[in-house]
T-cell receptor, first 113, second 111 residues
Framework: NAGVTQTPKFQVLKTGQSMTLQCAQDMNHEYMSWYRQDPGMGLRLIHYSVGAGITDQGEVPNGYNVSRSTTEDFPLRLLSAAPSQTSVYFC????????????FGSGTRLTVV | GIQVEQSPPDLILQEGANSTLRCNFSDSVNNLQWFHQNPWGQLINLFY???GTKQNGRLSATTVATERYSLLYISSSQTTDSGVYFC?????????????FGRGTQLTVWP
């Protein structure tokens, strides 16, 4: 099915552990981004990419790393998980060019204990 | 970044009622959108509407970019309309791919 695929859907980590949230899209979209959603806060941008090899920071980048080696994939890495990173994470993509909307993945619910 | 404010924060309706959700934004935007987050957490893109008016069934949206606001209209609401409605925008002149979200309007429709 065409769209944005996120894995895993649920994850529990211990404080200090590292992990990678996966995001893949099959629509050949140039632009991809990661957001976190916390209760009452809406979604906030973590990192984004405008093409393979190009990434930049968003509003809340601390504690996260990204890379974009292919157009299709945009993984998000938590370097040393903290309880403050407990959240729901969404990946999104858009073709770019300023004339199209965004497609979001189904989200990853992460709990750090 | 830009600021995006939504009102009301909560809305409770009887099935069949109409409603209007508002989104104000602080600066010129490049990519105003409305999303619905259903009770299962899925984000669905409702409208890409940087200006003008669009309609899709019982939903319609209007953006007046010069006055920095957008409205989402829901007519003849149904219980399946329940969820959170978000407005989001990309700031004009920036690199595309940075959406700024409002805090959402929580809509509950009772049968």
């Amino acid at each position: 099915n065409a769209g944005v695929t996120q894995t895993p859907k649920f994850q529990v980590l211990k404080t200090g552990q590292s992990m990678t949230l996966q995001c893949a899209q099959d629509m050949n979209h140039e632009y991809m981004s990661w957001y976190r959603q916390d209760p009452g806060m809406g979604l906030r941008l973590i990192h984004y990419s405008v093409g393979a090899g190009i990434t930049d920071q968003g509003e809340v980048p601390n504690g996260y790393n990204v890379s974009r080696s292919t157009t299709e994939d945009f993984p998000l890495r938590l370097l040393s998980a903290a309880p403050s990173q407990t959240s729901v994470y969404f990946c999104a993509s858009t073709p770019g060019g300023g004339t199209y909307g965004y497609t979001f993945g189904s989200g990853t619910r992460l709990t750090v204990v | 970044g830009i600021q995006v404010e939504q009102s009301p924060p909560d809305l409770i309706l009887q099935e069949g009622a109409n409603s209007t959700l508002r989104c104000n934004f602080s600066d010129s935007v490049n990519n105003l959108q409305w999303f619905h987050q259903n009770p299962w957490g899925q984000l669905i893109n409702l409208f890409y509407i940087p200006s003008g008016t669009k309609q899709n069934g019982r939903l319609s949206a209007t953006t007046v970019a010069t006055e920095r606001y957008s409205l989402l209209y829901i007519s003849s609401s149904q219980t399946t309309d329940s969820g959170v409605y978000f407005c989001a925008a990309d700031d004009r002149g920036s690199t595309l791919g940075r959406l700024y979200f409002g805090r959402g309007t929580q809509l509950t429709v009772w049968p």
